[in-house]
């Protein structure tokens, strides 16, 4: 997986991860 983003997107695309993983 190729991802090119800025480090606060990285941050918010994580964020978002934990998220979903929390929800499970």
């Known amino acids: ?3 090119f983003m ?3 997107d990285i941050q ?3 964020k978002a991860y934990e ?3 929390a929800e499970e």
Do not use: F
């Open 12 to 14: 918010k695309y994580e």
């Open 19 to 21: 998220t979903l993983l």
């Open 6 to 8: 800025g480090a606060g």
């Open 1 to 3: 997986m190729v991802v």
